[in-house]
């Protein structure tokens, strides 16, 4: 009579489980990962001057008139842009005071009227003077999130995972 007897070590299976199991109870390494698609998707947007989804940004007068790109004179902006992850989340923004203004919009009047009683807004803008009853800056978003940031992400969480097992 020939037999045959057929052994599974399981032990390898196991670990790889519970290593998948540790990476699904405390997702923070995983949150890092994704936190740093998102920075470098934002940092991608300034270079490109576009926002989420491929829409270009409107021209910014100190662009047009002195070259350059929209939003990146000083890089401050560009720069600030930071991901802090949680167990379950991760957060990406900038401290930064006018992000607000150029991510959504703003229309600016002046607060107080001048001697004369008419309000009215000063700035020097490539070396001149601009006097104005009011400014508007248009919506270029820099936050947020696409299809593209999606795929991306839905690879960090496949690769973040696959690595359990090998």
Do not use: C
Request: net charge negative.
């Amino acid at each position: 009579m020939v037999t045959m007897t057929l052994s599974l070590d399981a032990a390898p299976l196991d670990a790889a489980l519970g290593d998948a199991i540790r990476r699904a109870t405390d997702m923070t390494p995983l949150m890092r990962r994704i936190g740093t698609v998102l920075e470098t998707s934002v940092s991608e947007r300034f270079e490109q001057s576009k926002g989420p989804g491929g829409e270009a940004w409107p021209v910014s007068i100190r662009a047009r008139e002195t070259g350059g790109k929209t939003l990146i004179d000083s890089t401050r902006l560009r720069d600030s842009i930071v991901s802090e992850a949680e167990p379950r989340a991760v957060e990406i923004g900038t401290n930064v005071p006018y992000a607000a203004t150029h991510q959504f919009g703003a229309f600016i009047e002046p607060i107080e009227a001048d001697t004369d009683g008419a309000a009215k807004l000063a700035f020097v803008v490539n070396g001149r003077l601009v006097v104005v009853d009011q400014v508007e800056i248009p919506a270029r978003p820099f936050l947020g999130f696409d299809a593209r940031d999606e795929a991306d992400i839905g690879d960090t969480v496949e690769a973040y995972f696959r690595e359990a097992f090998q």
